[in-house]
């Protein structure tokens, strides 16, 4: 009950646009590109997502488009898109053969360590660091491929007309916190928290927040129990519910 | 009076003593989660007894209770007359192999009550009617849409939902439309695009939704509904399941000025008592006849006695213009209390289900606030839903309430000094 697009969409914003987190949280990847020159990577899928990542003094931003990049590579469909994410399809650029060397050495690194934290080993969690980097960088992709959803999978689209319009926050208590905005059932991941949000949504710590992620604990348990805090317009927390049980099946 | 704010150690002992062996240590509308409770710690989550317009919770709290089990508890909790129908009756049969024949004198009571009902047939749950209509409906008609007022409720069965809930298929709501409520045109041009497919009109009386002011019946709307439904030979049915003999002895659809085809009945039946109903048209009694559809105890008798005696209650009491009475006099003084320290509550829906929201901020954070200042006072309200008066709300408990309102309205102002 998934839909291959949807997937490219979340494999493009939730999955690569985490890069921009992880050279902002681990040093380990930030250090791959400190000292080298500035370059950027397009990804044109067709009948898909479209969008540009450029790497710079140790830093990686994600841009819609792919008019403006050294590297591109085209995708025929979002199923070969989905392919170069799940390690099945090799990607042969388009344009920017100069750069190749980027392309196989550092950002095929930069991937490998986004999903060192994004599929970790279980003992890999026991550093408290890793620990909250990992979930960290989860909850900003867990943010971004709800918007997907809501904006892609047709069942998600359904959930998204019966969201009204305003900001509702995803919180961390003493932790990280991002913003679903909704406008005209419409959804945009931001990865911070809001400053006037309509609903919040707060786990009462990251090992909650972790659990969840992971599948271990219910959201509905969790608010019986008081470990997750929900106010304010609870019909858009309840539709978001939803959404995320949408995520779980796309990025299981 | 002086206020004591409640605390709840005992409510969150057995909660998490209940989570280990039930799932979401207490699931469904009277559970934290779906009951909206904010913060959970504001709430009682266990009651340990209960008479009247009262509850008293595990801790020894006592609430005046606005949800009255959440419509069920109509004349007060433990009608000393209805559950001793009850008791008499066990004594007599209960869940037999031959049916009491009560089941017959409460559908004769039925009948006689109802203005549209021309049989009855009884089930357990609001749900189980809804289900009956709709199966009988498609029967009748041979035709599979169904059209639902947007942001409706008519039970937990996989129709009812919508698709993107757990546990729900695609092809379990493939066949509903859905229409926004008061909005004939829409029908009407739903209803063309669909021509010749559609069994079904499925609709509350009015719209008393979750999380938005309830909506009364625009003038004429149900007449040019009924009108339509006849000219293109769709079912109409009414879910009473939650306003139903609160607004009308004899049926909201009776209340409202037009006749349904089917209509549904539970929560104010049997006072607390398990017993449903779906009453119809003599046109549609054979195709209801005709479906396999019923349960282990659906024509057990005890809830039958419970539900004659609560009827013919009811109708001495003339019960709807005491609730009616009674929930104007509470919400009017609600409002007061509110605009005199700064609070827009906002009251809508029928006065015997009241709808609450505080429209200072747009985002009912304020509201939330002030509903669980009210619990913890011992007024039991909920911040997303109706409400519901029952007989046994005294003058005393209203007056009760509207000070414990007004304690609360000062308690939030404290917090949010700008209102």
């Given at each position: 009950?998934?839909?291959?697009?949807?997937?490219?969409?979340i494999?493009?914003?939730?999955?690569?646009?985490?890069?921009?987190?992880?050279?902002?949280?681990?040093?380990?990847?930030?250090?791959?590109?400190?000292?080298?020159?500035?370059?950027?990577?397009?990804?044109?899928?067709?009948?898909?997502?479209?969008?540009?990542?450029?790497?710079?003094?140790?830093?990686?931003?994600?841009?819609?488009?792919?008019?403006n990049?050294?590297?591109?590579l085209?995708?025929?469909?979002?199923?070969?898109?989905?392919?170069?994410?799940?390690?099945?399809?090799?990607?042969?650029?388009?344009?920017?053969f100069?750069?190749?060397?980027?392309?196989?050495?550092?950002?095929?690194?930069?991937?490998?360590?986004?999903?060192?934290?994004?599929?970790?080993?279980?003992?890999?969690?026991?550093?408290?660091?890793?620990?909250?980097?990992?979930?960290?960088?989860?909850?900003?992709?867990?943010?971004?491929?709800?918007?997907?959803?809501?904006?892609?999978?047709?069942?998600?689209?359904?959930?998204?007309?019966?969201?009204?319009?305003?900001?509702?926050?995803?919180?961390?208590?003493?932790?990280?916190g991002?913003?679903?905005?909704?406008?005209?059932?419409?959804?945009?991941g931001?990865?911070?928290?809001?400053?006037?949000?309509?609903?919040?949504m707060?786990f009462?710590?990251?090992?909650?927040a972790?659990?969840?992620?992971?599948?271990?604990?219910?959201?509905?348990?969790?608010?019986?129990?008081?470990?997750?805090?929900?106010?304010?317009?609870?019909?858009?927390?309840?539709?978001?519910?939803?959404?995320?049980?949408?995520?779980?099946?796309?990025?299981? | 009076?002086?206020?004591?704010?409640y605390?709840?150690?005992?409510?969150?002992?057995?909660?998490?003593?209940?989570?280990?062996?039930?799932?979401?240590?207490?699931?469904?509308?009277?559970?934290?989660?779906?009951?909206?409770?904010?913060?959970?710690?504001?709430?009682?989550?266990?009651?340990?007894?209960?008479?009247?317009?009262?509850?008293?919770?595990?801790?020894?709290?006592?609430?005046?209770?606005?949800?009255?089990a959440?419509?069920?508890?109509?004349?007060?909790?433990?009608?000393?007359?209805?559950?001793?129908?009850?008791?008499?009756?066990?004594?007599?049969?209960?869940?037999?192999?031959?049916?009491?024949?009560?089941?017959?004198?409460?559908?004769?009571?039925?009948?006689?009550?109802?203005?549209?009902?021309?049989?009855?047939?009884?089930a357990?749950?609001?749900?189980?009617?809804?289900?009956?209509?709709?199966?009988?409906?498609?029967?009748?008609?041979?035709?599979?849409?169904?059209?639902?007022?947007?942001?409706?409720?008519?039970?937990?069965?996989?129709?009812?939902?919508?698709?993107?809930?757990?546990?729900?298929?695609?092809?379990?709501?493939?066949?509903?439309?859905?229409?926004?409520?008061?909005?004939?045109?829409?029908?009407?041009?739903?209803?063309?695009e669909?021509?010749?497919?559609?069994?079904?009109?499925?609709?509350?009386?009015?719209?008393?939704?979750?999380?938005?002011?309830?909506?009364?019946?625009?003038?004429?709307?149900?007449?040019?509904?009924?009108?339509?439904?006849?000219?293109?030979?769709?079912?109409?049915?009414?879910?009473?399941?939650?306003?139903?003999?609160r607004?009308?002895?004899?049926?909201?659809?009776?209340?409202?000025g037009?006749?349904?085809?089917l209509?549904?009945?539970?929560?104010?039946?049997?006072?607390?008592?398990?017993?449903?109903?779906?009453?119809?048209?003599?046109?549609?009694?054979?195709?209801?006849?005709?479906?396999?559809?019923?349960?282990?105890?659906?024509?057990?008798?005890?809830?039958?006695?419970?539900?004659?005696?609560?009827?013919?209650?009811?109708?001495?009491?003339?019960?709807?213009?005491?609730?009616?009475?009674?929930?104007?006099?509470?919400?009017?003084?609600?409002?007061?209390?509110?605009?005199?320290?700064?609070?827009?509550?906002?009251?809508?829906?029928?006065?015997?289900?009241?709808?609450?929201?505080?429209?200072?901020?747009?985002?009912?954070?304020?509201?939330?606030?002030?509903?669980?200042?009210?619990?913890?006072?011992?007024?039991?309200?909920?911040?997303?839903?109706?409400?519901f008066?029952?007989?046994?709300?005294s003058?005393?408990?209203?007056?009760?309430?509207?000070?414990?309102?007004?304690?609360?309205?000062?308690?939030?102002?404290?917090?949010?000094?700008?209102?």
């Amino acid at each position: 009950m998934t839909d291959t697009k949807t997937l490219a969409y979340i494999n493009m914003y939730a999955i690569l646009g985490t890069l921009e987190n992880l050279c902002e949280l681990v040093p380990e990847a930030s250090d791959l590109l400190k000292g080298k020159k500035p370059v950027s990577i397009g990804f044109d899928v067709k009948g898909g997502p479209s969008a540009t990542l450029f790497f710079k003094n140790g830093k990686c931003r994600m841009e819609q488009g792919v008019d403006n990049c050294d590297i591109k590579l085209p995708f025929s469909s979002p199923a070969k898109f989905n392919g170069l994410i799940d390690g099945t399809v090799t990607p042969i650029p388009s344009k920017g053969f100069t750069h190749i060397k980027f392309l196989l050495n550092e950002f095929t690194k930069l991937t490998d360590i986004l999903t060192k934290y994004m599929k970790p080993e279980p003992e890999a969690l026991s550093d408290r660091e890793f620990f909250v980097r990992s979930t960290s960088l989860m909850l900003s992709a867990i943010t971004v491929a709800v918007a997907q959803i809501a904006n892609n999978d047709s069942i998600g689209k359904f959930t998204a007309s019966h969201i009204v319009d305003g900001d509702i926050a995803l919180l961390i208590k003493d932790g990280p916190g991002t913003t679903l905005r909704v406008k005209d059932h419409r959804l945009l991941g931001i990865k911070a928290p809001p400053e006037n949000p309509r609903a919040i949504m707060e786990f009462k710590s990251i090992e909650l927040a972790r659990d969840l992620f992971d599948g271990n604990v219910n959201a509905v348990a969790s608010i019986g129990d008081g470990s997750i805090r929900m106010s304010g317009m609870i019909s858009m927390i309840d539709n978001l519910n939803r959404l995320l049980d949408r995520v779980a099946l796309y990025l299981a | 009076m002086a206020t004591n704010i409640y605390k709840y150690s005992k409510s969150r002992e057995y909660f998490e003593r209940a989570a280990k062996v039930v799932p979401s240590g207490v699931y469904g509308h009277l559970g934290p989660a779906e009951g909206c409770m904010i913060p959970v710690t504001s709430f009682p989550l266990f009651a340990a007894s209960a008479k009247g317009s009262h509850f008293t919770d595990v801790d020894g709290n006592d609430f005046i209770d606005y949800m009255c089990a959440y419509g069920p508890n109509v004349l007060g909790y433990g009608d000393e007359d209805v559950d001793a129908a009850v008791l008499e009756q066990a004594k007599i049969a209960n869940c037999t192999t031959s049916p009491s024949i009560k089941l017959i004198e409460l559908a004769e009571l039925m009948v006689d009550t109802v203005a549209s009902a021309d049989w009855a047939f009884f089930a357990k749950n609001g749900g189980d009617t809804t289900t009956a209509a709709i199966m009988a409906a498609r029967a009748h008609t041979s035709k599979k849409k169904i059209i639902f007022v947007k942001g409706f409720y008519h039970g937990v069965a996989p129709w009812t939902q919508k698709i993107d809930y757990p546990g729900v298929t695609p092809e379990d709501v493939s066949g509903n439309l859905y229409v926004d409520w008061n909005d004939f045109d829409a029908l009407e041009k739903l209803i063309a695009e669909n021509e010749g497919e559609v069994a079904a009109f499925i609709s509350t009386p009015y719209m008393h939704g979750n999380f938005i002011d309830n909506q009364l019946p625009a003038d004429g709307y149900w007449q040019k509904v009924r009108k339509l439904c006849t000219e293109k030979g769709i079912v109409l049915i009414v879910d009473d399941v939650r306003c139903g003999f609160r607004l009308d002895l004899a049926g909201s659809d009776h209340y409202y000025g037009f006749e349904a085809d089917l209509i549904c009945f539970c929560k104010a039946l049997a006072n607390g008592w398990s017993v449903s109903a779906l009453c119809g048209k003599e046109f549609i009694k054979s195709s209801v006849s005709a479906l396999s559809y019923t349960g282990s105890y659906w024509l057990s008798s005890a809830p039958f006695a419970a539900a004659i005696v609560c009827i013919n209650k009811l109708k001495k009491l003339n019960a709807p213009a005491l609730f009616r009475e009674k929930g104007i006099k509470l919400t009017d003084g609600f409002t007061a209390a509110g605009k005199e320290h700064g609070f827009d509550l906002v009251v809508s829906g029928e006065p015997a289900l009241f709808y609450l929201r505080i429209a200072n901020d747009d985002s009912l954070f304020i509201h939330q606030d002030w509903v669980q200042e009210c619990v913890k006072r011992g007024m039991f309200i909920t911040n997303h839903h109706n409400h519901f008066i029952c007989a046994s709300h005294s003058d005393e408990d209203i007056n009760r309430s509207i000070e414990i309102a007004e304690d609360a309205f000062k308690a939030v102002k404290k917090k949010h000094p700008g209102i």
